[in-house]
């Protein structure tokens, strides 16, 4: 994503003034911490390392070091995503040198601003409107916010209501929601063709299809993207219209 932005307005890191990061590491604490003495006993779970009625979830190491894919909303080890995000927070310029190959002087401002303000924000500030009504909805930010009213006037934005967890709206999509889509053979012939064979070599006529992009990138939008990050990644095969390539 962050080379992604860079490249589309022409700049290198060294050209950044400021970088805006979702999490307040204080406020996570004390909200954390009000949340597991409230629902005690159902939050000794978290030390359990309980993903409810997935299981059992992915261990302190393979959540800090990402050598596992989730499987799962649930799926990660609390202390090690505290840490991940601590660590980004502490580390974030090192991060982005690295992500983006940058090896000569910055001059940018790190700035670790609330959660929702930051979803809120980079919609608002590249809209074409000086006012706007705002709703943000997420899973939990750093403070327990899961929604947020407010009101945009200019570059600030002003709070007018924050429903806070467990009242999440952005949790229940995530457990218990999918978008499923049909595909006709009138607007879609290859993808329809596509899913039929599947059918047929395996009796499931449908398939799981997931968002083209690397982690941390955008969703592929042209033929470009979709090689560069077939190219980076370590995908078997890549089929893009009538044509079919893999490695």
């Known amino acids: 994503m962050v080379q992604w932005c860079l490249r589309s307005a022409g700049i290198t890191l060294g050209d950044v003034d400021h970088v805006a990061y979702f999490f307040q590491g204080r406020r996570l604490l004390w909200h954390a911490g009000k949340h597991f003495l409230r629902y005690l006993p159902a939050t000794l779970a978290v030390l359990r390392n309980d993903a409810g009625d997935y299981g059992k979830a992915r261990g302190f190491r393979e959540t800090t070091t990402r050598r596992e894919t989730s499987t799962n909303a649930d799926d990660s080890h609390m202390g090690g995503t505290l840490l991940t995000l ?8 090192g991060l982005l040198r690295a992500a983006t190959g940058h090896e000569g002087p910055t001059k940018l401002k790190v700035h ?19 006012d706007a009504a705002i709703i943000a909805w997420d899973g939990i930010g750093s403070d327990g916010t899961s929604t947020l009213l407010a009101v945009g006037e200019g570059d600030r934005i002003h709070d007018l209501r924050r429903v806070k967890f467990p009242h999440s709206l952005g949790a229940m999509y995530a457990d218990v929601t999918a978008r499923v889509q049909t595909v006709s053979r009138g607007d879609n012939p290859l993808y329809h063709e596509l899913i039929s064979e599947f059918h047929a070599l ?41 044509f079919w390539t893999q490695k």
């Open 86 to 93: 601590w660590r980004r927070a502490s580390q974030l310029e």
């Open 112 to 130: 670790l601003v609330d959660h929702h303000h930051a979803h809120a924000g980079s919609a608002l500030h590249i809209s074409p409107w000086d």
């Open 202 to 242: 395996t009796g499931v006529p449908m398939v799981v299809n997931t968002s083209f992009n690397d982690n941390e990138e955008p969703i592929v939008c042209t033929p470009q993207d979709a090689v560069r990050c077939y190219l980076k990644t370590g995908m078997d095969a890549l089929a893009l219209g009538p």
